[in-house]
């Protein structure tokens, strides 16, 4: 796969998932903001993603959009960065990875962020089930575990380490001690810790790459 590598942005965002993510395989990238408001629903960014939402990454001809799904494709795409699953680490790459994307995000949404839980009844409706389940469930694989699909850091780690970090910092995920001892691990990734720096100075108005 071939063509310039393109990160649609901003810094108040989950594309702060991305830049790390970018970061991590040490590929070259260029960095559009896209502002909040007209610029991200304007017709020019639409028909990069129809969502309105950021991040977008454009690799030549193609577009991927959600975090999950760029993570996954960069690793793919750029295996000599060694983030991709070897053979033995992939059911739990892509069970966490996407356990993350899917009842993690949406138990926090709905529990935290709109304040609704979902009674007994609805519980068998919706898939995650409880906030509760889904902190205990995530909890008990890192009670024996480093990384998300095992013992050493992959692509998977870029999202769900995100999440988690993220998830203490601001309430929405129970500062549990498997949680605080993962994200401690996490951020000393120093790829994170570029990343952060590049969306920081974007945030307060100076150049990024």
């Known amino acids: 796969m071939t063509g310039e590598l393109i990160l649609h942005t901003n810094p108040q965002s989950r594309g702060r998932i991305a830049r790390w993510m970018l970061e991590?395989?040490?590929a070259s990238y260029?960095?559009?903001?896209v502002d909040y408001g007209a610029t991200m629903k304007s017709p020019d960014y639409l028909a990069i993603n129809p969502m309105g939402k950021v991040p977008s990454l454009r690799h030549g001809d193609h577009v991927v959009t959600e975090c999950a799904a760029i993570c996954?494709?960069?690793?793919d795409t750029f295996p000599e960065a060694g983030l991709g699953?070897?053979?033995e680490e992939r059911a739990n790459y892509y069970r966490?990875?996407?356990f993350v994307a899917g009842p993690l995000e949406a138990a926090v949404t709905d529990s935290v962020v709109l304040g609704v839980e979902p009674d007994a009844?609805?519980?068998r409706m919706v898939g995650y089930g409880t906030y509760a389940?889904?902190?205990e469930t995530l909890a008990g694989w890192f009670r024996t575990h480093a990384h998300a699909a095992g013992d050493r850091f992959t692509a998977a780690d870029v999202y769900v380490g995100a999440h988690i970090a993220w998830g203490l910092e601001f309430g929405s995920i129970e500062?549990?001690?498997e949680f605080e001892a993962y994200a401690l691990r996490i951020r000393e990734r120093e790829a994170l810790q570029r990343a952060t720096e590049l969306d920081d100075q974007l945030a307060a108005g100076t150049t990024a790459p």
Request: charged share 25%; no cysteine.
């Open 24 to 26: 991590e395989i040490g």
């Open 30 to 33: 260029r960095t559009e903001v």
């Open 72 to 75: 996954a494709y960069l690793a």
């Open 85 to 87: 699953p070897r053979p």
């Open 96 to 98: 966490w990875l996407f």
């Open 121 to 123: 009844e609805k519980q």
């Open 133 to 135: 389940t889904v902190m």
């Open 175 to 177: 500062p549990r001690p």
